[in-house]
């Protein structure tokens, strides 16, 4: 009997300790409270829609000229390169002179000689004049000699005539700049055998700067001669004022677009080639009242796009549906789902739950709004304060 009761002993003790530890394992854990978290919100407002089309265009000389020599030849000195700054009669460059120094003295001597057959014809014109005033020859043979005379009178003027071409022909060996400007290319080297007319030298004339851009041709009937445009820099914050000065009459055979120049001012010196964004003011347009708000404040439910809406008696956020139209910069365009007064939250959307209790955050530093939505008593958008992100985490 001892015995069974020392082994009836140990089995009740096991049976209570596992009794314990089902009835604490069925036991409910203790709930933990949704953590207040710190929101910044907006007050819907109605706002205007503002429409400006902006393109990329490029700083370009008004005038760009492409220089050569009038004739051919080895190109023997080329002193310029591409970025120098040259003066009007500037040397830019310098062809092998030999060949059209020859040219040059062999029409002097074909002047030479002219101008000897023309001092015979003369002295024997006037010989045979002196002949018939005594009646030894007849009127027919002093014609005959006048006519000799003023044929070699006229050959003479061609020699002279085509000397003074090869003596202008040896003077074009030496390519000068016709105008004070910059070199922006360089498409001949030292060496090369160049013929009459190809370019050499490249230089954009200092003056007016035009500033080229391309647009479609379903916005070119809107651009009109004379129209204002904004110039923004890219290397700075400026803004310079332009009128439109040409459009092109045809499209590109390659882009399918139409250029545009817009004229600077002598004043705005810009550098040639440098990057600036254009506005034509004629391509801005103010639409219809809308509803705006930041792209921050949607989040996805289902398969539509939802805002959370602050209840200010409860202090707490529940989501509301809304239909987007379309996005403007990096706000978006509500549609329908909000009305005027409705405070949204903007920012932490994703760490909200329905009917979760929120607390606006208060800045210590004031912030000056761009949009014209205005803010929310004590508010402007929303933002998790450290506390609260703390709080969650525990």
């Not at 120098?84 to 062999?106: H, Y």
């Not at 022909?169 to 030292?190: F, I, P």
């Not at 209840?311 to 379309?326: G, H």
């Amino acid at each position: 009997m001892n015995s069974m009761r020392a082994y009836l002993r140990p089995c009740r003790l096991a049976l209570t300790i596992a009794a314990g530890v089902f009835l604490l394992a069925c036991s409910k854990p203790a709930v933990q409270e949704e953590p207040v978290r710190s929101v910044k919100v907006v007050t819907v407002g109605i706002q205007t829609t503002q429409t400006a089309l902006e393109y990329a265009a490029e700083v370009k000389p008004r005038v760009e000229s492409r220089l050569g020599f009038r004739v051919g030849g080895k190109l023997i000195e080329r002193p310029v390169e591409v970025g120098q700054r040259v003066k009007a009669g500037q040397v830019l460059a310098q062809l092998d002179p030999q060949d059209l120094q020859l040219a040059s003295e062999s029409a002097h001597a074909v002047v030479a000689a002219a101008q000897t057959n023309r001092d015979l014809a003369v002295a024997d014109f006037k010989r045979f004049q002196s002949l018939k005033e005594q009646n030894f020859i007849s009127s027919a043979e002093l014609e005959r000699r006048d006519s000799v005379r003023k044929a070699a009178q006229a050959q003479l003027d061609q020699a002279q005539a085509q000397s003074n071409v090869q003596g202008n022909q040896a003077a074009y060996a030496v390519l000068r700049a016709d105008v004070s400007g910059v070199v922006t290319a360089v498409l001949a080297e030292r060496g090369q055998v160049v013929a009459a007319g190809s370019p050499v030298v490249q230089i954009a004339q200092d003056g007016a700067r035009d500033v080229v851009f391309a647009v479609p041709e379903d916005k070119v009937a809107a651009i009109k001669l004379g129209s204002d445009v904004a110039v923004r820099l890219w290397s700075s914050s400026g803004t310079l004022k332009a009128v439109v000065r040409e459009v092109a009459a045809s499209a590109d055979p390659i882009t399918r677009t139409f250029a545009v120049k817009v004229a600077l001012s002598g004043a705005d010196d810009l550098p040639l080639g440098s990057t600036v964004t254009v506005l034509p003011a004629t391509l801005q347009h103010v639409g219809a009242p809308v509803i705006k708000l930041p792209t921050s404040a949607l989040f996805q439910q289902g398969q539509s796009s939802a805002v959370w809406v602050l209840d200010v008696p409860s202090m707490t956020v529940k989501p509301q549906v809304v239909q987007i139209a379309t996005a403007d910069g990096n706000d978006v365009v509500v549609a329908s789902g909000l009305q005027p007064g409705m405070q949204v939250v903007v920012a932490g959307v994703h760490v909200l739950a329905p009917g979760q209790k929120v607390t606006i955050y208060k800045q210590n530093v004031p912030v000056v709004l761009t949009s014209k939505a205005q803010t929310a008593p004590e508010n402007v958008a929303i933002q998790s304060l450290p506390a609260a992100s703390s709080a969650a985490a525990k």
